[in-house]
């Protein structure tokens, strides 16, 4: 019996779609997206990753647990075909995320990981909607269990997970012992891509699907921050165009403007 | 709310010497909001041998400074300093805190907000508050930089993470606050710090005072000496914009953007980088930006204070030789 580790994997709108599918509906507080599709929270399939690589090295296994109002299917099992053995959804009408704030979802969730009997949790650093970076740290302070953030590098060692975590100039390694949580960095590696095969395969992957009513939550859950309002962001500046007759003395009149206005 | 609010500021130094940059700027915002309500300026400083740094909050208008002074706490261990936080705050409560949007505060402040049962905003760009009885809006970018949200926070305590260039640093003066020393609890030795690793290559993007960065047309790794040959003028760094590092022409630690570092260097060169929102969002801070792009529709020069057209492969030589003689006589 190997280890088992749970990878809590988001469905976002594409983080990286055109910024005119992105609009704000002021009357509502929200957020809304047009023809975009659902996609794997980016940090999360690092996490997935991270996990697909300790499952081959300690001979472990992997349950994807993710949470939602109505997942995508096809975004669950293309994550699931890289090599999940069983998946957890929590699904319902008043799971919008953006109905949810960290403290309700890391409550959510860690009710349900109460059920698992785990050795690792792995989750992104960050979801790519909300950039709030804080349900894994709080799912780990609700279970009463250690955690790490950051890593870009992880390994299961006897009973203990050990973690090189990114730092502006380097890294720092740390170690916790098992079961414990792990946030992931980007800088751990892309999801590798899953074959069509696994991918048709992967509806045969055992699922258990729980509403929050069947993990005892009663929602909402009262919320510790409120969204107000959302708006575009203004990030627009006063271009000044320097164009010389050619590339070379565009270059030479840039440096030279950035010289007279003290800015070099 | 009513009555005097306690702002709190969450210190840190540079390797246990100086307040860092983004804590002065913090101190500015802090005395700013605690003003509103004629209510009290705190500050937590943890380090080994950070009495100087106390002594610098006191100057920069802190009523009191709380220091935790002890080897342990030299390097920054999660538990050790939550247990010191948990030990200390809840006889502050109710308040505002703020940290640094830093490593150690996008680690410590998660874990602390859930400790204490506050409310968190992480990554704040923007922190409002009109009169006394205005509670604070804290604006982040959500959506991959795409939208900008206003929140609330609706517990009596409150925490933000900050960037930096949000606030400004206050002007230093004599110090007439108080300091408190605190003992440093034990750690319930779970977690190991075991080794710091400083990579040769790992330059400090979000300190450096200047960065040039590559994207998409730099068209391959090639290109990205050219742009350490103009970063090494003002001892500057590389980064990239998210492209170059998932084509691994770039490391992905000098990845600058929402999903990678966020930064705020005095001044900023954009290199054939097109403006995507989810790179914008991790520099618009910057003080300065210079773009140089072949699409002159490209959306950076929107962004950007100093602009040219051209390709890189051309406009970026005259330029770094041009940088050289002015700044290098």
């Given at each position: 019996m190997g280890i088992h580790i749970v990878v809590c994997m988001k469905q976002v709108p594409d983080p990286e779609g055109p910024a005119a599918s992105f609009e704000a509906d002021t009357a509502g507080n929200r957020v809304v997206t047009h023809g975009l599709p659902p996609v794997a929270n980016p940090y999360d399939e690092n996490a997935l990753e991270v996990a697909l690589g300790i499952k081959a090295a300690c001979d472990g296994n992997i349950t994807l647990l993710s949470l939602g109002k109505s997942l995508s299917r096809p975004v669950l099992l293309k994550a699931m075909a890289t090599g999940v053995d069983d998946a957890i959804v929590i699904e319902g009408d008043s799971l919008d995320p953006q109905d949810l704030d960290s403290h309700a979802t890391a409550t959510l969730l860690s009710t349900a990981l109460r059920r698992v009997d785990f050795d690792l949790i792995l989750v992104g650093r960050q979801a790519a909607d909300t950039n709030a970076g804080q349900v894994g740290l709080g799912v780990a302070q609700m279970l009463g269990i250690p955690a790490l953030s950051l890593a870009r590098n992880i390994e299961v060692d006897g009973g203990k997970v050990l973690v090189e975590?990114?730092?502006?100039?380097?890294?720092?390694?740390?170690?916790?012992?098992?079961?414990?949580?792990?946030?992931?960095?980007?800088?751990?590696?892309e999801l590798r891509y899953p074959s069509l095969a696994a991918i048709k395969a992967a509806k045969n992957i055992p699922q258990v699907s729980y509403s929050p009513g069947d993990l005892g939550v009663?929602?909402?859950?009262?919320a510790m921050v409120a969204r107000i309002a959302v708006a575009m962001p203004s990030r627009e500046r006063r271009c000044q165009v320097i164009s010389g007759e050619n590339p070379e003395e565009t270059g030479e009149m840039l440096a030279d403007r950035l010289y007279t206005d003290k800015v070099i | 709310m009513s009555g005097?609010?306690?702002?709190?500021?969450?210190?840190?130094?540079?390797?246990?010497?100086?307040?860092?940059?983004?804590?002065?700027?913090?101190?500015?915002?802090?005395?700013?909001?605690?003003?509103?309500?004629?209510?009290?300026l705190v500050a937590v400083v943890a380090g080994e041998g950070v009495v100087g740094a106390a002594d610098q909050l006191l100057s920069l208008g802190a009523d009191t400074v709380f220091v935790a002074d002890h080897p342990a706490l030299s390097t920054y261990n999660p538990e050790i300093y939550l247990g010191l936080l948990t030990g200390l705050l809840p006889e502050q409560e109710p308040f505002t805190l703020l940290a640094g949007h830093t490593p150690v505060g996008q680690d410590l402040m998660p874990r602390l907000a859930f400790a204490l049962g506050a409310g968190l905003v992480t990554d704040c760009c923007g922190i409002q508050a009109e009169g006394p009885g205005q509670e604070p809006v804290f604006v982040k970018p959500v959506f991959g930089g795409n939208m900008m949200a206003s929140l609330e926070v609706e517990t009596p305590s409150r925490i933000a993470t900050v960037r930096s260039r949000v606030g400004t640093a206050p002007a230093a003066a004599p110090g007439t606050g108080e300091v408190v020393m605190l003992e440093p609890p034990a750690a319930d030795g779970r977690i190991d710090v075991l080794d710091k690793v400083e990579e040769s290559m790992g330059v400090n993007l979000e300190s450096c005072p200047v960065i040039v960065a590559g994207g998409r047309g730099m068209g391959g790794p090639e290109g990205f000496d050219q742009l350490e040959e103009l970063a090494l003028i003002f001892d500057g760094a590389v980064g990239a914009s998210r492209p170059p590092c998932d084509s691994g022409w770039a490391p992905a630690a000098n990845q600058v953007g929402i999903t990678g570092k966020i930064v705020a260097p005095d001044l900023y060169f954009a290199v054939a980088i097109s403006g995507s929102s989810q790179h914008l969002s991790g520099m618009s801070e910057s003080g300065k930006i210079v773009a140089i792009n072949q699409d002159p529709e490209a959306y950076i020069f929107k962004a950007a204070d100093y602009g040219a057209v051209g390709d890189w492969r051309r406009v970026l030589p005259a330029l770094t030789a041009g940088v050289k003689k002015h700044v290098q006589g």
């Amino acid at each position: 019996m190997g280890i088992h580790i749970v990878v809590c994997m988001k469905q976002v709108p594409d983080p990286e779609g055109p910024a005119a599918s992105f609009e704000a509906d002021t009357a509502g507080n929200r957020v809304v997206t047009h023809g975009l599709p659902p996609v794997a929270n980016p940090y999360d399939e690092n996490a997935l990753e991270v996990a697909l690589g300790i499952k081959a090295a300690c001979d472990g296994n992997i349950t994807l647990l993710s949470l939602g109002k109505s997942l995508s299917r096809p975004v669950l099992l293309k994550a699931m075909a890289t090599g999940v053995d069983d998946a957890i959804v929590i699904e319902g009408d008043s799971l919008d995320p953006q109905d949810l704030d960290s403290h309700a979802t890391a409550t959510l969730l860690s009710t349900a990981l109460r059920r698992v009997d785990f050795d690792l949790i792995l989750v992104g650093r960050q979801a790519a909607d909300t950039n709030a970076g804080q349900v894994g740290l709080g799912v780990a302070q609700m279970l009463g269990i250690p955690a790490l953030s950051l890593a870009r590098n992880i390994e299961v060692d006897g009973g203990k997970v050990l973690v090189e975590s990114v730092l502006p100039d380097g890294f720092v390694r740390m170690s916790a012992p098992l079961p414990a949580l792990v946030t992931v960095s980007h800088e751990a590696g892309e999801l590798r891509y899953p074959s069509l095969a696994a991918i048709k395969a992967a509806k045969n992957i055992p699922q258990v699907s729980y509403s929050p009513g069947d993990l005892g939550v009663e929602l909402p859950i009262g919320a510790m921050v409120a969204r107000i309002a959302v708006a575009m962001p203004s990030r627009e500046r006063r271009c000044q165009v320097i164009s010389g007759e050619n590339p070379e003395e565009t270059g030479e009149m840039l440096a030279d403007r950035l010289y007279t206005d003290k800015v070099i | 709310m009513s009555g005097s609010e306690r702002v709190i500021i969450f210190a840190e130094t540079e390797d246990n010497v100086g307040l860092s940059k983004l804590t002065t700027e913090l101190m500015g915002i802090g005395g700013w909001l605690a003003s509103r309500t004629a209510g009290r300026l705190v500050a937590v400083v943890a380090g080994e041998g950070v009495v100087g740094a106390a002594d610098q909050l006191l100057s920069l208008g802190a009523d009191t400074v709380f220091v935790a002074d002890h080897p342990a706490l030299s390097t920054y261990n999660p538990e050790i300093y939550l247990g010191l936080l948990t030990g200390l705050l809840p006889e502050q409560e109710p308040f505002t805190l703020l940290a640094g949007h830093t490593p150690v505060g996008q680690d410590l402040m998660p874990r602390l907000a859930f400790a204490l049962g506050a409310g968190l905003v992480t990554d704040c760009c923007g922190i409002q508050a009109e009169g006394p009885g205005q509670e604070p809006v804290f604006v982040k970018p959500v959506f991959g930089g795409n939208m900008m949200a206003s929140l609330e926070v609706e517990t009596p305590s409150r925490i933000a993470t900050v960037r930096s260039r949000v606030g400004t640093a206050p002007a230093a003066a004599p110090g007439t606050g108080e300091v408190v020393m605190l003992e440093p609890p034990a750690a319930d030795g779970r977690i190991d710090v075991l080794d710091k690793v400083e990579e040769s290559m790992g330059v400090n993007l979000e300190s450096c005072p200047v960065i040039v960065a590559g994207g998409r047309g730099m068209g391959g790794p090639e290109g990205f000496d050219q742009l350490e040959e103009l970063a090494l003028i003002f001892d500057g760094a590389v980064g990239a914009s998210r492209p170059p590092c998932d084509s691994g022409w770039a490391p992905a630690a000098n990845q600058v953007g929402i999903t990678g570092k966020i930064v705020a260097p005095d001044l900023y060169f954009a290199v054939a980088i097109s403006g995507s929102s989810q790179h914008l969002s991790g520099m618009s801070e910057s003080g300065k930006i210079v773009a140089i792009n072949q699409d002159p529709e490209a959306y950076i020069f929107k962004a950007a204070d100093y602009g040219a057209v051209g390709d890189w492969r051309r406009v970026l030589p005259a330029l770094t030789a041009g940088v050289k003689k002015h700044v290098q006589g």
